[in-house]
């Protein structure tokens, strides 16, 4: 199956509506309990209810808006299918990167993980470690191992460098490229489940006092001194600020009077359903392998027992050749050729790119912002980023010590 054709179909489905979150109240549609809020945030994935969770600390009155997550995955177009990106149990975490800004937006993030952990009572966080490990002469466009240091030296990062002789020693059951070698972050990094870190975000959001209502925004008119939310189900609310944090849907939805200067990606990843009794200690690895038939670079992520309760390793990335799709089966076989994978099932992550690849954390008016674009590094950082957009849309302006310029939007242009 040649991923154009698998995304295809996907794609239109998975525009079609905002990105929402966990599974409360799922199929249901629930109507605000009033009229007139300070803040409305629309959208109710990772950055939404990160944001709701902030906001209802420096805030009385906050309403998150979102559909919920249906408990199975859906294929068909609306509002199922748009959570496509989340049924994938893991997203890989750490603080080293070849980028200062995502460096510290990731550290600053994860160091509250534990935290949310422990008051929602809610686990989704395994630091299990992550790792990057490059072939000989690849070049430092994938992965540059002088600019992971300089971050990590810079957020004082512990990291591990291994040649390719302690590689193959650490981890003797991974066939890499031979004389690859690696890097390693073993405190604050690993993976967390994406879907359980909404839940425990909503959770905690809805103690705060923030209404979480199942529906979805449709349309947004500015009044005087306030705006109003129009919802699918036919239920209106006022806000004086609105915060839109509608993901990948952003563009497609026309809650704005504009476009957003991004692009809508789909990343191909599959899962491997290994024995249930499969032990392999090895961490968030992104990897590239040059050698064999199929060159690959990408994600591998351990064993992970799924809602099914089955356990799959998750691999996503691309193949290195061009113009042929990617045998995913065969990745794992290749990386892990004595682990017996028994099927392989294909599926499709939406990732929204912007073009300064950062998110887009900005006030559109001065009652409109937005927080959106995750660039495919969005749920490591999101409890920051959600952080930074709530102080934003609570005062209008811009306090935090990161610039705000990182932050700007960027308008499509209309030609």
């Known amino acids: 199956m040649r991923r154009r054709t698998f995304c295809t179909g996907s794609t239109l489905g998975l525009i079609a509506s905002v990105a929402g979150a966990s599974p409360l109240l799922a199929g249901t549609l629930v109507k605000s309990k009033q009229r007139e809020y300070d803040t409305a945030i629309i959208g109710a994935g990772l950055f939404g209810s990160a944001a709701a969770r902030h906001l209802s600390k420096m805030s009385s009155d906050v309403i998150l808006i979102g559909p919920a997550e249906p408990d199975i995955q859906q294929q068909e177009a609306g509002v199922a299918a748009s959570f496509a990106s989340y049924y994938s149990e893991s997203r890989a975490t750490r603080i080293f990167d070849t980028d200062l800004a995502w460096g510290v937006l990731a550290k600053r993030s994860l160091a509250r993980l534990r935290e949310i952990e422990r008051q929602s009572g809610i686990s989704f966080y395994d630091e299990n470690g992550y790792m990057m490990v490059s072939p000989p002469g690849f070049g430092t466009n994938w992965v540059d191992f002088d600019k992971l240091h300089a971050v990590a030296n810079d957020l004082s990062v512990a990291v591990e460098d291994l040649n390719h002789k302690a590689l193959l020693h650490r981890f003797p059951f991974l066939q890499f490229t031979p004389d690859s070698t690696a890097m390693i972050q073993t405190i604050d990094a690993g993976y967390l489940n994406p879907r359980r870190l909404v839940e425990a975000q909503q959770k905690l959001a809805i103690q705060q006092g923030v209404q979480l209502v199942r529906d979805e925004a449709v349309q947004l008119d500015a009044m005087d001194s306030h705006v109003k939310v129009s919802l699918l189900s036919g239920d209106t609310i006022t806000a004086k600020r609105v915060l839109l944090a509608t993901g990948a849907a952003t563009n497609n939805i026309k809650l ?131 952080r930074l957009a709530a102080e934003m849309i609570n005062t209008g302006a811009w306090s935090d010590t990161m610039p705000q310029s990182l932050f700007a939007m960027q308008v499509a242009s209309s030609s």
């Open 256 to 386: 704005l009077p504009l476009q957003l200067d991004a692009k809508l990606e789909m990343q191909t990843y599959a899962l491997a359903e290994v024995a249930s009794d499969t032990v392999l200690d090895f961490p968030a690895t992104l990897y590239a392998k040059t050698d064999g038939e199929n060159p690959f670079a990408g994600m591998l992520m351990p064993p992970i027992v799924y809602p099914d309760g089955r356990s799959y390793i998750k691999v996503e990335g691309q193949s290195l050749r061009p113009d042929v799709s990617n045998d995913m089966q065969q990745v794992v076989k290749d990386v892990l050729p004595n682990v017996e994978t028994r099927s392989t099932k294909l599926n499709a992550c939406p990732v929204f790119n912007t073009t300064t690849h950062y998110p887009y954390i900005d006030m559109v008016d001065d009652r409109i912002g937005i927080v959106v674009g995750g660039n495919g590094k969005g749920a490591k950082a999101s409890d920051e980023i959600g």
